[in-house]
Structures are given as structure tokens and as C-alpha cells.
């Protein structure tokens, strides 16, 4: 807290709410100009100001990060059915106000071609401030060199797969070099840690048996194969000495390399997504196509592995809980697997539910505390990925990206409410308690009372800084 200097005036005011930081709680006001926080106060000036939200009895929080998300991705013949401006509104509605997603680089091309064309899909449609992972397929001594650019452009991190053999997975020795040239130029490199060639097997093997429903697409992806390739992405990034973060953990085989590397000291990072906390392949037992919805990578684990994820969340092992947000309609496009489950678009929707749903088991289900809460769903991700402090904080000098939280409102999940472009949600029927009332990005709101009132194309691209450890 600075003193107030004489005469201040602010375009906006946050009253009488309880800021929640992820290191401090206080009762205090927020006052903001020119979309930034410009002063925290115990109770600030009214006169002059443009608008003032009463956030009695609510939090204030650091708007969400969500580090994972697949708009308007093109795979395996369909497009992901939200693109940047669907999107982004649905995870404004969420309190989310920055998001990290995928420039993808096919076979052949350089990374900057990757860039150019994501940078294309998000303009002008984004209602959220943005920015861009980029996902090597193809690494060649082009390529190589390439990574320093980006990483001066703000496109600091990459991500790796060690999945999916012929179209995004790439050999060990490739992902040592990736690694090893991240950490020279100060990237993160970020792994889709499986065991591709042995699920490949595993894959081949259940079509031959005529096992073509949608939970062999589970069935053939087992904790073993995340377990290992996770084991084997800190062994490489050990050897380059590099720091590493795996995306969407999903079992405990998994979760137990991390936590042995970081009692190691190792700068190895992870996060969780909600359906791998909420779900269990239980819900996959369902009459006729229906598992279909629940058909994303990794798969849907046994029930026991979701308490020891929120244990890893509680004591950091896992760092961050994103999405994995890569939505596909039910209806005809989920259906291009009718009769193959190796045809049935992977990927699940979340976007919208995360903090919500974070919340609720988090906070109401006695786990953790709602500092540890903001950690996870925004200062980390901020700190991990270059954004800290401009976001992930509620500080003099940051973007007033702020969610007014309802810590005791609850709401039931529901496809018929949500604003995702998708027929249908994972967790329908699930009730949370926690919702956003009000939602500023860059000091404007985008979300008043479950209403967008924000405007597409307002989103800005972020340029992130380099990798810091956290
Ligand atoms: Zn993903």
C-alpha cells in the first residue's frame, strides 16, 4: 500500500471488498485509471469517480490465467467449435481474463508461419487479453535458430509432444535439442508427456479385436504411459538443463515424477485441468456414443487419482490448473468416431468453469486456502509464463484485470446456460459454489452480473518475457 496522493481521481472504484492475493487477504478499496490499478487504499475518495462497484460481502480477485487453450484449432478433419471470440466471452464469464494458446507449426514450416497464422485467427476477435505457446512438430536447424526470435516476440514458451506418432510427437533426441536451445535462450518448454509408440500398439491392437467404442480411447492410453514419458521429460530436460512443465497431469504415476524431481530441486513444473479433479473414466460408462464426450487426452483415470492431484495442488506439486479447453459439438463432430473411437476428435470443453470449479473443491471441499487458490488459477501461470506482475496480482501498476467473486453463490453446469459454442458440457449437473459477479479486463467490465458486456476484438496480444523460476 503507497499513500494516496492529493486530488486523485479514478476512473473506477472497487468498494468494501477483501482482496485476495495469492500471498495477502485485506479489506480494501481499489481505485483504477487508464486500465491499471493505480491505488489500494482503505477507503478512497468516491468524488469524481467515473464508477463505483460495491463489492461488500464479495472477494477481489486477480482475474484467471487459463495457460491452455485450443480456439479454433483444426484436428483430425473438424475444428475445435469455439474460436477467439466465442471463446474468449466464455472464459470472461468464467473470471478468466488472459489466456495462453497454441500457434501450431505443421511439417515444414518455420515456427514464424505457425505465429502469423494464430495471431490472424485472434484478431479483432478477442474479447480477453492473449498470448501464444507455439507447438513444434518439426524441428530442423531452421527451426533451431528460429526459437530465439520468437522467444524476443514474446512467444517464450513451446510445447513438445512425446504422443501421437506421425502427426505431433517427436524423438528424444529432438526434444534434447528443443530443450537445451529453450533453456539458452530463455524458453519453457512445455510436454504432452505420453508414451506414443507403446499406445500406438495398444491402439492397433483394440481395432484388430473390433474394440471400437469410444472408452477403448481410454482404455488404450494407460497411467503407465504418462508415467513414463514424464519420467523421461525431466530426465531430458535434467540433461539439458532446462526447466520443464508438463500440461494436463492426469494420474498419480505422473504426479509421483514430479514431486521426486522437485524434492530434487529440479525446476520441473505441472499442471492439472478439472475434468481429471472431477471426472473419473466412470463416466465414460454410458449407454450407446455418449463416452464420446469425455474422449480427450490423456483419458479419464480411475476415481482414486483425483484426491491425490488435489493433494499435489496443496502441497505444489502441481504449480496451475488450466483447461485443456479444445471444445467439439456432440453432434457431428464428436460423431466422425461413431464407428472408431480413433476418429472421434480428442478434446473436452472447460474454459468457462475452471475458477468455479477450482473453488468449490478447492475452498469449499476444505483442501486448500483461497490465497493458494489465487496462486494456482492466476499467479502462477503468471510467474511460469512471462505475464508477472503486469498480470496474476492485484498491485499498484498491474492491469486491472479483477473478478468481484461471490464465494457463497452456487450455480448448477449446465449446457443450457453455459456460453461455450458447444452442445453440451462435461460437468453437466455438477453444482459449484463460488461464482464471478463482476469481471474487468483492463479496468473495463466485461461480465456484469452474468451478462457480457464486453467487446470483441478488445482482447491485446501479450508479448511474455523470459522464463523465470518460480
Ligand atoms: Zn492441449
Not at 487508464?34 to 472477494?59: C, F, H, T, W, Y
Not at 488459477?377 to 467473486?405: E, Q
Request: include cysteine; hydrophobic fraction near 40%.
Amino acid at each position: 500500500m503507497r499513500p494516496l496522493e492529493d486530488g486523485m481521481k479514478f476512473d473506477t472504484i472497487i468498494k468494501n471488498g477483501q482482496i485476495v492475493t495469492a500471498t495477502d487477504t485485506q479489506a480494501s478499496d481499489i481505485g483504477i485509471t487508464s486500465g491499471k490499478v493505480a491505488a489500494i487504499a482503505n477507503s478512497l475518495p468516491q468524488e469524481g469517480a467515473g464508477k463505483v462497484i460495491d463489492a461488500a460481502g464479495r472477494m477481489v480477485i486477480p482475474g484467471g490465467i487459463d495457460v491452455h487453450t485450443h480456439l479454433d484449432m483444426p484436428f483430425g478433419g473438424t475444428t475445435s467449435a469455439d474460436d477467439f471470440e466465442s471463446g474468449t466471452i466464455a472464459a470472461a464469464h468464467g473470471g478468466t481474463t488472459t489466456l495462453i494458446d497454441f500457434a501450431i507449426q505443421y511439417k515444414g514450416q518455420s515456427l514464424r508461419q505457425a505465429f502469423d497464422t494464430w495471431m490472424k485467427k485472434a484478431d479483432g476477435k478477442a474479447a480477453i487479453d492473449y498470448a501464444f505457446h507455439c507447438i513444434i512438430t518439426d524441428l530442423g536447424t531452421a527451426q533451431l535458430e528460429e526459437m530465439g526470435a520468437l522467444v524476443r516476440e514474446g512467444v517464450s514458451s513451446f510445447k513438445l509432444f512425446m504422443a501421437y506418432p506421425g502427426v505431433f510427437m517427436l524423438d528424444d533426441a529432438t526434444i534434447f535439442r528443443a530443450m537445451s536451445q529453450a533453456a539458452k535462450y530463455g524458453g519453457l518448454i512445455c510436454m504432452h508427456a505420453e508414451n506414443g509408440g507403446a499406445i500406438d500398439v495398444l491402439v492397433q491392437r483394440a481395432l484388430a479385436e473390433g474394440k471400437r467404442s469410444p472408452k477403448y480411447h481410454a482404455l488404450t492410453r494407460p497411467t503407465t504411459a504418462e508415467g513414463e514419458a514424464t519420467g523421461r521429460a525431466i530426465a531430458l530436460a535434467e540433461m539439458a538443463g532446462a526447466p520443464v512443465y508438463i500440461v494436463h497431469m492426469s494420474c498419480n504415476d505422473a504426479l509421483e515424477k514430479v514431486r521426486e524431481a522437485r524434492d530434487r530441486g529440479l525446476a520441473v513444473y505441472a499442471e492439472t485441468c478439472p475434468q481429471y479433479l472431477f471426472l473419473s473414466i466412470e463416466n465414460m460408462d454410458v449407454p450407446g456414443f455418449e463416452g464420446a464426450k469425455y474422449v480427450f487426452t490423456p483419458p479419464l483415470r480411475e476415481k482414486w487419482h483425483q484426491e491425490k492431484l488435489w493433494q499435489g495442488l496443496a502441497r505444489d506439486t502441481l504449480q496451475v490448473v488450466s483447461t485443456d479447453h479444445c471444445p467439439f459439438c456432440f453432434k457431428e463432430q464428436k460423431e466422425l468416431g461413431k464407428d472408431d473411437f480413433t476418429k472421434i476428435p480428442n478434446g473436452g470443453p472447460g474454459i468457462e468453469h475452471r475458477l468455479s470449479l477450482v473453488y468449490t473443491g478447492g475452498i469449499h471441499g476444505g483442501r486448500f486456502s483461497p490465497n493458494r487458490f489465487v496462486q494456482m488459477v492466476a499467479t502462477a501461470p503468471a510467474k511460469l509464463f512471462g505475464l508477472y506482475p503486469r498480470k496474476g496480482t492485484i498491485a499498484v501498476g498491474s492491469d486491472a484485470d479483477l473478478v468481484v467473486w461471490d464465494p457463497n453463490a452456487e450455480e448448477v453446469i449446465s449446457a443450457e446456460r453455459h456460453h461455450m459454442k458447444v452442445d453440451y458440457s462435461m460437468f453437466e449437473g455438477i453444482k459449484v459454489k463460488g461464482v464471478p459477479k463482476t469481471v474487468l479486463s483492463r479496468g473495463r467490465a466485461v461480465v456484469e452480473n452474468g451478462k457480457f458486456v464486453g467487446k470483441a476484438g478488445r482482447g491485446e496480444f501479450l508479448k511474455r518475457q523470459t522464463f523465470v523460476r518460480l
